[in-house]
């Protein structure tokens, strides 16, 4: 069997202008984060983001590297709204289709089964229909008859997600409580990039957790890489916690294109080993000058 | 104790009005959005509510009835609910949210999506969520903490929880398990037990009068007569909420005095 071990830029450099790109994890939670700030500065654009939205997407809005996101929402999770999100679509330089989020499962689930779109009551009624005209609805062809809403698939060029473990064959582990739709958006991908945490031996995953948490299985990925802190600054339990403080000097990169150029200078123009070392010289300083104050 | 520490605050109100919601709802899960309809589930679930099923706001159901203030430590979990399965939940229908409403509108349509044309919004807010998905599936209510025509609107900006009005017109598929069953503002109790589904003020808060209500509504409210008034706390209510659920006052931060 294949070693599917990549570098994180060998991932990125898959990638083409105007791709769908999927983004696992959901809000601030267990986000592809180093996959992001590798696309950044890979500096690939015009591309369609699909996500449970959260800091992913305002950085790469942020970035100008975002034609069009596909959402439900996108929060921060202790932070309500993200503000780059909230400017790009403010200042109309995205384009959006905005659905429900049980609608957006669905999108996935077809696309990761290969069918034209599934039914689903979610959307009926609202204005979600009249925001994305494209969207059509079909008719039971059963005695009930029913009108329902046909999601189409939302089939994706590429997706990554961030797990705690992989093995090097690419079977991935979530050790969290919730594997969010990281699977739909493998299965709806086609090219499929799984970062974590650790990786480690075949065969070694079960030594880390017990089988069910293995639910990543090998079909569902082209290429590993051995990414710690990859989620960072959304949270990755049982790894790490959200970095509240960091998040809120993320949040606060929103304030002007000034704060934006200072934050993407200090921690996207620089590898992921400079971003980490960035973000502990932050750490440190604000615990410094936590210390003065008081 | 004094008078100052046993008068009811509207939060108390407030409270009582949200598991008031849930009443009858027997064996579904009850998702309350926001600290005050937090404190009314749990306290319908320790008093007329007894099998209602509480989430902890993560991947979990919640065995045990801990505070609004406590920290993930006194959770006792009783079963897995991750994100993808809460979809089953909803669209089989054992579920009743009550969710936020940035705009709510004479018919209960609700948006928590943006103010403005949503090509080009003025504010961009959360987006639609689950709105449309629950609205269609399962019965849903709102809570509004600041009731002005801004909220009480005559038509909301974006339709994501879909409405009476808006239901009827998308045909029996989207109307067969749709009900917005209240509407509770930080002035009083809203439903739509009227002939066409139009919004009707069911109760007024203690100290609010029917002028209040209607000087911060942005359309014409069904108005009873006479009003009753939204039911106190009893002292059983009164000591859970105080001692048990939120003994940090959590619930005035939502909702001042």
Known sequence: MGDKRVALDEMVADLRPGMTVGFGGWGSRRKPMAAVRAIVRAGIGDLTVVSYGGPDVGVLCAAGLVRKVVYGFVTLDSIALDPHFRAARQTGRIGAMEVDEGMFYLGLLAASQRLPFLPTRAGLGSDVLRVNPELRTVTSPYADAEELVAMPALTLDAAFVHLNRADTHGNGQILGPDPFFDELFLGAAARRFVTAEKVVAPGALLDEGPIQTVTVSRLLTDAVADVPGGAHFTSCPPDYDRDETFQKHYAASGADADAWAAFSERYLQVDELGYRAAVRETAASSATSARGAS | ?257
């Open chain 2, 1 to 257: 104790m004094t008078d100052t520490a046993t008068a009811v605050s509207r939060a108390e109100v407030v409270a009582v009005a949200c598991a008031e919601a849930w009443r009858g709802d027997g064996e579904i899960v009850a998702s309350p959005f926001g600290t005050i309809p937090a404190i009314g589930a749990r306290l319908a679930r320790l008093t007329f509510e007894p099998d209602l099923v509480l989430t902890d706001g993560e991947a979990a159901l919640m065995a045990n009835t801990p505070s609004v203030s406590s920290d993930r430590s006194h959770f006792v979990l009783e079963a897995w609910l991750p994100y993808r399965r809460v979809f089953d939940v909803v669209w089989s229908g054992r579920r009743h949210v009550m969710m936020m409403a940035t705009q709510v509108d004479r018919y209960g349509n609700q948006n928590i999506s943006c103010i403005g044309d949503w090509a080009r919004p003025k504010t961009q807010l959360i987006g639609v969520r689950g709105a449309p998905g629950n609205t269609i599936n399962h019965t849903t209510s709102y809570w509004v903490p600041s009731h002005s025509p801004r909220s009480f609107v005559d038509h909301v900006d974006m339709v994501g929880g879909v409405g009476y009005d808006r239901a009827a017109a998308a045909g029996p598929a989207a109307t067969r398990f749709h009900e917005i069953r209240v509407v509770i503002s930080n002035l009083g109790v809203f439903d739509f037990d009227t002939p066409d589904h139009a919004m009707r003020l069911r109760s007024l808060h203690p100290g609010v009068t029917v002028d209040d209500v209607v000087a911060a509504t942005g359309f014409d409210l069904v108005i009873p007569s006479p009003v009753p008034t939204s039911r106190l706390p009893d002292a059983e209510e009164l000591e859970l909420i105080r001692e048990v659920l939120d003994p940090t006052r959590l619930r005035d931060k939502e909702l001042p005095e």
